[in-house]
């Protein structure tokens, strides 16, 4: 192992040169069936013939232009990106590097929006205990878990924490003297897979709306067509003020974007907010041929068939280490009896990857272009270390 790397992540040590559909090849010209995809990234796979198309043909032509000219790709994947959250009514488009950009870009536009209506000391951001919303200093004060605190204070003033699922805290917690917003994931990734439930949400929105309270989704990991809506929030029928996208948006180039709806659409102006490399055209370019495939509801009916299929295959076994399977749509979680670091360790010898969310549950968040013959094998692979 090099030294030259910070020491901020327990690597697994298969170096990976390549990457098909599914799968990925190490060094040694094993394969790894990917149940990862980078982290909800690679959302179709590796190597996708009209991704790498559109990179190809991108990088010949132009890589990337400042934001201060036009850029007929980046216009073309601004325009097709509100096109698909305007079901649910946003109007316009910040495009940023990750996710945890597009999230500080979703508080400062809470910040001034309250600030200009209501004047100085209605800042708060409301978030839930057990949500990840990213790792810069703002986004780690909004981020609800305390092993994230350690060591790197003092933080962002101004978030303040309740529990999911509790609709008094809520209703105590969202006080509109103090409060711009209410920022949320519609299923919490990296503490384990838990969708909120349609009764918290519509509560929620219901709160938001009659206090003036921003409705903000971190749809980071959730968003895009991962749970089987394009946004996760359009399934509990809610109209959301900000929305936050990355990871998936642009099949492995970074992205960000902040979506806003007809309240917050015009709270930046020039000047406000910028990004040197935000939705570049090779960002846009991947971006654009990502929203053709997915923006599809016969391929977004595709992804809830999968996903059922994983969850009715594990409940199926009756497994004495599983304890509980959920999840949405290609966003599984099983909760285990034992570690999961050492599962997931196990399986990558067996040539399956998997992630896990907490120290006893497995996630899973598959390529949506995964075959039921791969989920199936797959499955048989964990099975074996499970066993
Ligand atoms: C990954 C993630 C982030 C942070 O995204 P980065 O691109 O790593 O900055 C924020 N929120 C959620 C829900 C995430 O899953």
Redesign the pocket.
Known sequence: MSDVFMHTYHRLPMTFTQGQGAWLTDTAGKRYLDFTAG??VNCLGHGHPKVVQALADQAARLIHVSNYYQSDVSRAFAEQLVRACAPVGLQRVFLA???????EGACKIARKYSLKKYGPGRHSIVTLKG??????IT?LSATGQDKFHQDFGPFTEGFRFVPPGDLNALEQGLDKTITAGFLL?AV???SGILPQKDEYIRRAAELCADRDILLMF?????GLGRTGTFLACEAYGVKPDLV?L??GLSAGV?V?AVLAGEKTAEVFEAGDHGSTFGGNPLAAAAGLAVLEIVNNPEFLAAIVRKGQRIQDTLKAWHHPKIKAVRGRGLMIGVDITTEAWNILEAAAAQGLLILSAGAHTLRFLPPYIITDEEIDLGLELLKKVLD
């Open positions: 982290i909800a590097n990750s996710g945890a950009e597009a999230n949500s990840f919303h990213g790792r810069t986004t994931e919490q990734g990296e971190d749809e980071i990991q959730c936050t990355a990871k970074p960000g």
